[in-house]
C-alpha cells in the first residue's frame, strides 16, 4: 500500500523542518525531547487528513466528469442534424474537463 499523500501549508512545512532539526540535534546529545515527536505527529496527521480530504474531493469531481461526458455522449447520438454540431462540442468540452480531473487525479 502507498503512504498516504499528505498537504502540508507552507507554515506546517517550516515548523516540521524545525522540529525535525531539533530532534536530530537532540539525538546526537542522547536527550531527546518527546514533545518533539508529538508536535510531529499531529503536524503529520493534519497533513494526512487535508490530503484525503483533497483526494476524495478530486474523485467525486472525477466521477463527475466521467458521467458528464456519458450524458454528453448521449445527447450527441440523439440530436437531430440541426443540433448535432452543438452537441459534439458539447462532448469534446466534456472530455476535456474529464482529462483535466484525470490529470489532477494523477498528480
Known amino acids: 500500500m502507498s503512504t498516504p499523500t499528505r498537504v502540508y501549508t507552507p507554515a506546517e512545512r517550516r515548523k516540521r523542518a524545525a522540529l525535525v532539526a531539533r530532534g536530530t540535534r537532540q539525538a546526537f546529545a542522547d536527550a531527546v ?3 518533539i515527536q508529538r508536535a510531529i505527529d ?3 496527521r493534519e497533513a494526512a487528513d487535508r490530503g484525503a480530504r ?8 472525477l466521477e463527475a466528469a466521467k458521467d458528464e461526458l456519458a450524458t ?7 440530436a437531430s442534424r440541426e443540433e448535432r454540431q452543438a452537441a459534439k462540442d458539447a462532448r ?9 480531473a484525470e490529470r489532477a487525479m494523477r498528480r
Open 33 to 35: 525531547d518527546p514533545r
Open 42 to 44: 499531529a503536524i503529520d
Open 54 to 61: 483533497e483526494d476524495a474531493a478530486l474523485a467525486r469531481q
Open 72 to 78: 454528453a455522449r448521449a445527447k450527441e447520438r440523439a
Open 92 to 100: 469534446k468540452e466534456a472530455e476535456k474537463r474529464l482529462q483535466r
